[in-house]
């Protein structure tokens, strides 16, 4: 040990002088990124010269407790063991410091370390002399507190060790709490302002305020008003986990869907941060997801009926009808039917074998009639149901008695009237229902609340007569944009007496276009996409601006898709299957990631089954998504293989594209193949290593 001690000591000299050096010319060194994983490394270092001082500190206090010559021993190589670390925890974080951290606390923090470190090491000169050894000793205890204390202030925020008594004294939220305060706040607390706050403004960006959020960082604005999807805050949480500009980083608590949503709508409603529960509408769509959605989030419902088998679920899902578990831990099933023109009585008529499970079921803008009604009323837990522009009336209403757990109704643009109120009041759980674009008057919604005290009728936005506004643009009533030719397009609008019109040739429509009256059918034949363009106008009311919806040809329908690998699916992305195939194709911008199926370290491989038509394809059409800084192809490959029974597959068409520089070409990639019958076809799409492939959509023609 004697001569180990000299070696030790001239060690303790060098990193001691290379940590002066660092400290007097920081302002000038730039750190090599092959350096930065020691500065990292800081975190991990920092535990144990804490540790040793406290034990040095134990041990010098009990030292008339202890042999004298042992004492000696142990003390001087605590000692050393305690300055070495020290000074490696010390040059670590001050290289981590140098990656572009700035705060007030950082500085303070980096500050005590390195006047601790100092401390510590003139322990090692001081050992004879023994008042001012133990004077030392105590100040690096000091030294310690204080800068953990600073350091737990850079991790967790400042006010980490006195939070759980603040929270107890803070404020109860009610309905005249505004929304920003009561819900987006504590989200970004929570999630965000460890890193974002006065004192470690990582970015150069604050989210402890409202007045320091508008500042924005040193990428901009952190939320644009009206505008989720192009907002910095959604972009950068939707983004892959492993990609290095998704927020918050990998190994800090995440955004849950419910947040991203939640956010994402109160954005869309303007980010007022004044805007209180109680001032919104109950049409508006804000107060309906707080209500709905987020404040019953946190306590899910529980169910006494079994489970459905995760077979039977499969074999009831298909193009047309998606049934999907509610949660993983709840028993319940919500299902959805789409496809006017492909719809069928038995996708409602099999229903019969989960009817149990059904607690939500969207039958919106099918040739829904009074007689179907029947299948729903068996529906004996149903809560919540989508009939909106189906062709029932009142007394379809009539067959839900059965459906004793009813509370949310979706009538809008449907054909009831006055008599609708006979059965509604038999709907002894209703708690609300949408009436919007029906035969009911004015007189008639008032004898609707007046008749049904408890439940909230939504009749949609009602205007200020003396204001004159501009009308917002027509809404899609379509569930998605993916369609056969000759399936019905629906336009409405949420409110009353408002009338569209619409052109079919890409021009803007005006006062001589078409007017909508009732669901009109597209015809796709000979083509790929057809734009409807469309604007809302209404007396005492500026028009709407125009709005356009593009829709796209579906093409010959599979009759099932299974994916090998499941890709790389966040809380927010959903399942990758039901991505590929639910009839919505987004945008070509990668906005918010529940649009896209992404795949990284494997490679996009669905099988594709046509073996009970076999038609004759002649082409394959992946739809994908580019990330807004990409700037060469993600992907390496496209290949397609066929086979008449799922074993012996033979490669049809492989196309690279490695060193593909029109990027555009990526957003719609058309592999052309000999056409002919096929059973079954494996898309393959590889992407580039570190690179990822994002597929909203399969087309097969």
């Known amino acids: 040990m004697k001569k180990a001690i000299p070696f030790f000591l001239n060690v303790l000299f060098f990193l001691h002088v290379l940590l002066a050096f660092l400290v007097l010319f920081e302002g000038h060194l730039k750190i ?3 350096v930065q994983p020691l500065g990292r490394m800081h975190p991990l270092i920092l535990h144990f010269p804490v540790a040793f001082i406290v034990l040095l500190v134990v041990l010098n206090l009990f030292k008339k407790q202890l042999d004298p010559v042992s004492f000696e021993k142990i003390n001087y190589s605590l000692l050393l063991l305690t300055s070495f670390t020290t000074v490696l925890a010390t040059l670590m974080g001050l290289l981590l410091s140098l990656e572009g951290y700035d705060s007030e606390l950082l500085t303070l923090h980096k500050w005590v370390g390195i006047a601790l470190c100092f401390v510590i090491y003139a322990l090692v000169w001081v050992y004879s002399y023994g008042k001012v050894f133990r004077v030392l000793l105590y100040t690096g205890l000091l030294g310690v507190l204080v800068g953990g204390h600073f350091g737990a202030g850079l991790t967790h925020g400042t006010n980490f060790l006195m939070e759980p008594i603040t929270a107890a004294q803070e404020e109860v939220v009610d309905e005249n709490t505004p929304i920003y305060t009561a819900y987006i706040a504590p989200v970004l607390k929570a999630k965000c302002t460890s890193c974002h706050n006065p004192q470690k403004h990582k970015g150069d960006l604050d989210l402890t305020t409202i007045e320091a ?215 002894k759980g209703l708690k609300e229902v949408f009436v919007w674009n029906t035969q009911l008057n004015a007189d008639d919604i008032e004898q609707l609340r007046t008749k049904l005290p408890h439940v909230i009728i939504n009749e949609g936005y009602v205007p200020d007569p003396e204001e004159e506004l501009r009308l917002t643009p027509p809404t899609l009533v379509n569930e998605g944009n993916i369609i056969s030719s000759g399936d019905l397009i629906s336009l409405g609008h949420k409110m009353n007496g408002v009338n569209i019109k619409y052109t079919l040739d890409g021009s803007r429509p005006d006062s001589t276009s078409v007017a909508f009256e009732k669901a009109f059918p597209l015809d796709l034949k000979g083509k790929r996409r057809q734009t409807v363009k469309a604007y809302a106008y209404k007396e005492g009311w500026l028009p709407s601006n125009p709005v356009s919806y593009i829709f796209y040809d579906r093409g010959l329908v599979p009759d099932a898709i299974e994916l090998v690998y499941p890709g790389i699916l966040s809380s927010y992305t959903g399942e990758a299957e039901k991505i590929l195939t639910d009839a919505v194709r987004s945008n070509e911008k990668v906005g918010f990631s529940k649009f896209w199926a992404s795949f990284n370290k494997k490679p996009l491989e669905a099988i594709v089954d046509f073996s009970v038509s076999a038609p004759k394809i002649k082409e394959v059409v992946l739809s994908c998504g580019l990330h807004y800084k990409q700037k060469k192809s993600p992907i390496e490959f496209i290949a397609v293989w066929a086979s008449d029974d799922k074993e012996n597959w033979q490669l049809i068409k492989k196309e690279s594209f490695a060193n593909e520089s029109n990027l555009d070409r990526l957003k719609e990639i058309s592999i052309q193949l000999p056409k002919q019958s096929y059973k079954y076809l494996k898309i393959v799409g590889q992407p580039k290593k570190d690179d990822t492939l994002r597929v909203n959509q399969l087309f097969f023609f």
């Not at 805050?233 to 608590?253: I, S, Y």
């Not at 837990?381 to 189906?390: A, C």
């Open 32 to 34: 090599p990124f092959w």
């Open 213 to 427: 959020i508008t500042k924005g960082g040193e990428n901009g604005e952190v939320w644009l008003a009206h505008n989720a999807e192009e907002s910095l805050l959604l972009k950068r949480a939707a983004l892959p986990l492993e990609d290095e500009e998704h927020m918050p980083p990998e190994g800090k608590p995440q955004l849950t869907k419910e947040e991203i949503t939640l956010i994402g709508t109160w954005i869309e409603h303007g980010a007022d941060d004044k805007v209180t529960y109680a001032q919104l509408q109950e049409s508006d769509t804000l107060k309906q997801l707080v209500t709905d959605k987020w404040l019953k989030s946190f306590e899910e419902k529980q169910y006494t009926f079994n489970f459905v088998g995760a077979e039977a679920i499969k074999e009831l899902n298909n193009p047309y009808r998606t049934v999907v578990q509610k949660s993983p831990t709840s028993p319940a099933v919500e299902v959805a039917i789409f496809g006017r023109s492909a719809f069928q009585d038995e996708y409602l008529n099999e229903l019969d074998k989960i009817k149990e499970q059904v607690i939500y079921l969207s039958l919106a803008n099918l040739p829904i009639t009074n007689e179907h009604m029947k299948s729903v009323g068996k529906l004996q837990n149903l809560e919540h149901l989508v009939l909106n522009f189906t062709d029932i009336d009142s007394e379809g209403i009539g067959a839900l008695q059965g459906c004793a757990q009813l509370e949310s109704l979706s009538l809008s643009g449907t054909g009831i009237n006055a008599s609708v109120l006979e059965h509604l009041q038999k709907l």
